[in-house]
């Protein structure tokens, strides 16, 4: 399958995204290609960042938030 990788920050939203068959099959490689220096991945888990494969249905459902129109804790901006 071709999926994508969603880095989906403390709240929920999904903050950025790349296609599986670019970053490939792992999770750690995919968070590898969001945040290159292990430390600062560290820190991101330990915050609650979090990265997650979906399919293209997932991937739809998520776009509110790359658009900035969801409703994540944005009530504001
Ligand atoms: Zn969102």
Known sequence: MSGFWLR???????????????AGQLAEDAHKGFTPRVADRRKEAAAGWRVELVDRAGFDAIKPCLYGRCEHGRATA
């Open 8 to 22: 989906i920050d403390p709240t929920g939203c999904v903050d950025g995204s790349v296609r599986e068959d670019v």
